[in-house]
């Protein structure tokens, strides 16, 4: 796979294995020579350059004119000292059908580019540099860091791109890093049909390109799949009113799909799912190394609560307190829902093959502010059991402490809320099989004094058949609202022996060494409607 007929070997001295280059470039006398390359079945080996971007191909400045354009296509560029390719403030480039395998943080990096077509490409083996670091400094890794290398906080603008039919595996934090689109286009192809599995880290991670002017209106992204990954297997938090996801595979993640908004506090929010497909675990074992007898055992699920925050999370940290991605160091939005959409949810049958659980749907477990309501429409589900449904996690005994959540764990994993309307059974059910109900934690002076819920204690969860469970939200809007505790709140109805126990916010304020210790009073609480 990785054999041409013509070679370009580097040679290893002092951790410099050479590289392909391709810039432009004024002389002396004002003369403008305009850097392209063209490469067809080319074998590259032992290139780039360690412990820097210098990859073993690298388009810098490739700006050019219509008269000039790059391809690489059918090539095999192979086991470097560092990044595979590199293009950055280039142009008119086309890469097709060719293989990037055996770096070390980065596959392939484009930044600040435009037509680009990036196509049908298979990136692997992207291994973690053994830096000397201080502190919580991390690397920046991903097979491809499609626009986010330069600006990790909103990613480099690029234009005109075509980016479809690519493969990643094998690789530290990301699989693919890439653009959205905007909600009005037909038929977009900067990011279609791409596929990464095989991860230690998150499979594919759609952002909002900075060009767009209407991504903070209304951002949208789909046709990806995403398997074999330690955590999310799709994630996404953009800074918009409306992220649209659709046609979207995962199967097979230790950590399931985590779709969230951030940035702003937003009063109008939602997120919305549709015509997407998540199987559960498959035939294939999660042994990194056969031959070392290496296999991972891990709790698994597909789908995680989304969020709608008032944070952000960078494209490609470097501060390893930004991780894991869906652990949000903001509050929770005043306004927010979830709506899943004729999805699929297929192969949940409570253990995995190793004996661990393996479960459809869980909760967030950085989820400490708000879990937005989640309404399942029109969903097939095929071959789940009584096991293999949910586990609903509680709160974190760990955020109980002065510079967390105080007293007590804040309260929003007792306040999820999944609700199931027009389902479809297929297969192996469970013992109920409703077209319409609803999911939440089993607190019992909650959901235990609710006349239409069975309680599931496997799953930490009541299923309940019932269309009248919603969210109410109050804040305290005085002026010393973040330095005065009023928590606990006691949501009480002595006659039904209900008795919701609610904190605020968690603080989420780090000042060097010191917590802000202030927190927002704000709290959202799941109950019976009338």
Not at 220 to 248: C, D
Not at 282 to 295: F, L
Not at 422 to 442: C, D, L, M, Q, R
């Amino acid at each position: 796979m990785l054999t041409r007929n013509i070679k370009v070997y580097g040679e290893d001295a002092d951790g410099w294995g050479g590289q392909i280059m391709a810039t432009d470039l004024m002389e002396g006398d004002g003369t403008m020579r305009e850097g392209y390359l063209i490469m067809d079945n080319v074998q590259v080996y032992n290139c780039s350059q360690k412990d820097t971007f210098k990859s073993a191909i690298r388009f810098d400045g490739a700006y050019g004119s219509s008269n000039t354009s790059s391809s690489i296509t059918n090539c095999a560029v192979h086991n470097g000292l560092d990044w595979g390719l590199s293009i950055l403030g280039s142009r008119n480039i086309k890469v097709h059908n060719s293989h990037f395998v055996g770096w070390r943080a980065v596959g392939v990096r484009i930044d600040t580019a435009s037509n680009i077509t990036f196509t049908d490409n298979f990136v692997g083996d992207v291994r973690r540099r053994k830096l000397n670091v201080l502190g919580m400094f991390i690397d920046k890794e991903a097979c491809i860091a499609y626009g986010s290398y330069e600006s990790e906080k909103t990613g480099t603008v690029t234009r005109d791109m075509t980016f479809t039919g690519n493969t990643a595996a094998g690789c530290p934090f990301a699989g693919i890093i890439g653009p959205g689109e905007d909600c009005d286009e037909n038929n977009p192809v900067q990011f279609k049909n791409n596929i990464a599995h095989s991860v230690d880290g998150y499979g594919i991670y759609a952002y909002a390109n900075p060009a767009s002017t209407t991504a903070s209106t209304c951002f949208s992204f789909g046709y990806a799949t995403a398997y074999k990954t330690v955590q999310a297997s799709i994630f996404a938090m953009p800074n918009t009113k409306l992220l649209k996801a659709h046609h979207l595979t995962a199967l097979d993640s230790q950590k399931g799909i985590s779709l969230n908004t951030g940035g702003s506090e937003k009063d109008d929010v939602e997120i919305i799912l549709s015509d997407s497909f998540f199987f559960g675990e498959t035939a294939a074992n999660d042994c990194p190394s056969i031959a070392e007898g290496k296999c991972v055992c891990q709790q698994k699920y597909t789908f995680m609560n989304g969020q709608n925050m008032n944070d952000m999370k960078s494209l490609m940290p470097t501060g390893a307190s930004e991780l894991p991605l869906y652990k949000s160091h903001g509050e929770g939005n005043w306004g927010g829902k979830i709506t899943i959409n004729n999805c699929n949810f297929s192969k949940f049958q409570g253990l995995s093959a190793c004996g661990e659980k393996s479960t459809l749907l869980a909760s967030n477990p950085g989820s400490s502010d708000k879990i937005p309501p989640h309404f399942f429409n029109n969903c097939v589900l095929e071959d789940v059991d009584d096991n293999g449904f949910a586990f609903l996690i509680k709160p974190n005994p760990g955020w109980a402490n002065v510079k967390d959540c105080g007293n007590f764990p804040c309260t929003a994993p007792n306040n999820l809320i999944f609700s199931f309307a027009g389902t479809t059974w297929k297969g192996t059910t469970p013992t109920s099989t409703p077209e319409a109900f609803v999911v939440i934690p089993n607190e019992a002076t909650v959901g235990g004094t609710y006349s239409s819920c069975v309680e599931r204690p496997d799953q930490q969860a009541y299923i309940c058949e019932m269309d009248n469970i919603g969210m109410m939200m109050f804040e305290n809007l005085d002026d010393d609202a973040w330095d005065r505790a009023i928590q606990p709140v006691f949501l009480l109805n002595a006659a039904t022996g209900f008795n919701n126990t609610l904190n605020a916010m968690m603080d989420h304020i780090w000042d060097t060494f010191y917590t802000g210790q202030r927190r927002m009073a704000r709290f959202p609480t799941a109950l019976a409607t009338g």
